[in-house]
Structures are given as structure tokens and as C-alpha cells.
Nanobody, 122 residues
Framework: QVQLVESGGGLVQPGGSLRLSCAAS????????MAWFRQTPGKEREHVAS???????FYADSAQDRFTISRDNAKNAVYLQMNSLEVEDTAAYYC????????????????WGQGTQVTVSS
């Protein structure tokens, strides 16, 4: 069983930055694929970035060159550094984990956090 707790969301102006954190429980965190998804009301959960157990990263086109996903296995944590934020990035951001998967389909992830809200507004 893995529990995920996100933090770091908030209100930021366009062009600003935020760093999301996801703290994970569990002794086998280092072997899990991890990801960040986001969701706005009425829309399907959208892949933002993911990182495999080996450290391979994958980004949505909208996140490429602006966001960076990283993990610290010693701290059982995964991060999402978000720069050059745009109004369109406003969403609830969710951390996800899976022992066998690190791709883009949200239905393939077994564990989810409760989410943290990111609002980009002037």
C-alpha cells in the first residue's frame, strides 16, 4: 500500500513558478513509476509528466520545456517544478504511483493523492 500526499499548490501570477511536492509512504518507492496529472472541472484527468523507476522522464507537450519532474528516492518524494506558468495551467494537480507503469494513461496508475490546487491568475 502506498499513500501519496501532495503539497505546494497555490495562487501564482502568469509567468511565475511553483514547485509541487508529493510525499510517498512505502518501502519500495524507488521501484515505482511516478507521475503528475491535472484536472479541471468537466474534463478528463490529463497527463503532465512522469518518471520511471530508472529516472526516465516523459512530458506532455504542454509541459515540455516549462516543467521538470524529479524524484528523490532517499526522501520518498517526487517533485514537479513548474516555470512560466500560464492561465491554462490552472487545475487540480494529482500525484500518481504504480509499481509497473510510468506512462501517460491515468487509468493505469494504482495509487493517487488527494490533489493540490494550482491557480494561475493576475
Amino acid at each position: 500500500q502506498v499513500q501519496l500526499v501532495e503539497s505546494g499548490g497555490g495562487l501564482v501570477q502568469p509567468g511565475g513558478s511553483l514547485r509541487l511536492s508529493c510525499a510517498a509512504s512505502g518501502r519500495t518507492f524507488s521501484t515505482y513509476g511516478m507521475a503528475w496529472f491535472r484536472q479541471t472541472p468537466g474534463k478528463e484527468r490529463e497527463h503532465v509528466a512522469s518518471i520511471s523507476a530508472r529516472g526516465n522522464t516523459f512530458y506532455a507537450d504542454s509541459a515540455q520545456d516549462r516543467f521538470t519532474i524529479s524524484r528523490d528516492n532517499a526522501k520518498n518524494a517526487v517533485y514537479l517544478q513548474m516555470n512560466s506558468l500560464e492561465v491554462e495551467d490552472t487545475a487540480a494537480y494529482y500525484c500518481a504511483a504504480d509499481p509497473y507503469y510510468s506512462g501517460t494513461y491515468y487509468t493505469s496508475y494504482e495509487y493517487w493523492g488527494q490533489g493540490t490546487q494550482v491557480t494561475v491568475s493576475s
